[in-house]
C-alpha cells in the first residue's frame, strides 16, 4: 500500500466575516488547474480555477461561491504564498513611450492586503421612511458573468433583502422582472448611495512604485485580484 502524504495546514483570516479558516497548500491537481487556466489567459477561466482551488484547499465545510470577490481574491494569493513561494517576480515595462526599459521586480506575497475594510459606507440604502434595501458584496460568481450584466442586472445580484415597513422580503423569491422595474424605479438619492457602496467596495490591491534606471522616469503600477499571480 503506497503511503499517505501528509501536508501542512495553515489559518488565514477571511477579510469580509473576520472568520478564520484552515487550509492546506497546493497539490499536483491544483498546479494542473492553474497552468491550465493561464494558458488560456481568460479572466472568468482565471476566476473559476481561483474557486476552485481555494474551494480545494479549504479544509474547512465552506462554499467559496458565497464569498466576495476580494475574498477569493486574498485567500488564492495568501494560498499561493504558501504553496508556490512567497515572492512573485514581474517583469515591470517604463511606461515613458520612448524608453519601455523592462525592469525585475520581486513582490512579498504576504504584503497583499484588501484595502478599504476601515470605510464605513452603509450597505443599507434608505428609499424611503418605510422601504430600505441590504446590499452585498459581489460574489466570484457575479465577477463570471462580467460584461453580460448592466447596472440593474449587477445591483439585483447584490441585493440580499428589501424592508418594507415590517415585511423583509427575499429578493430571491421575486421575478426578475419585478426586481428590475422595483431598482429602475429608485430615487436618484437612493441610487447615489448604491453607487457609492460598490465605488468603495473593499479590493486587494497593492501599488508598486519605482523609478526606471534608464530614463528616470517615476512609474507605478496596480497589482489586483489574482490575474497577475497566475503561471
Known sequence: MLPKIDTPKFS???????????????LVKEEKILMLAA????????????QQIVQNCCIDDVNIKDFTIFDLQYLFVKIK????????????????????SKIQYELKLDELEVKGLDKKVDSF?????????????????VALL???????????????????GEETIDILNEQK?????????????????????????PRLEHVIEYKCPKCERDNFIALN??????G
Open 177 to 201: 422582472d419585478e426586481v428590475d422595474e422595483f431598482i429602475d424605479s429608485l430615487p436618484l438619492h437612493a441610487f447615489d448611495k448604491v453607487k457609492e457602496f460598490f465605488l468603495n467596495m
Open 146 to 164: 462580467g460584461d453580460e450584466l448592466d447596472d440593474t442586472s449587477l445591483i439585483a445580484l447584490c441585493i440580499d433583502h428589501v424592508v418594507n
Open 12 to 26: 488565514f483570516t477571511q477579510p469580509s466575516t473576520d472568520r478564520s479558516l484552515t487550509f492546506r497548500p497546493f
Open 225 to 230: 485580484g489574482y490575474e497577475h499571480f497566475f
Open 81 to 100: 504564498s504558501k504553496s508556490t513561494g512567497e515572492v512573485q517576480e514581474f517583469t515591470l515595462t517604463c511606461g515613458e513611450k520612448d524608453c519601455n
Open 125 to 141: 440604502i434608505k428609499v424611503n421612511d418605510e422601504v430600505g434595501i441590504q446590499l452585498k458584496y459581489p460574489t466570484a460568481e
Open 39 to 50: 494558458g488560456g489567459g481568460e479572466i472568468n477561466d482565471m476566476i473559476d480555477a481561483a
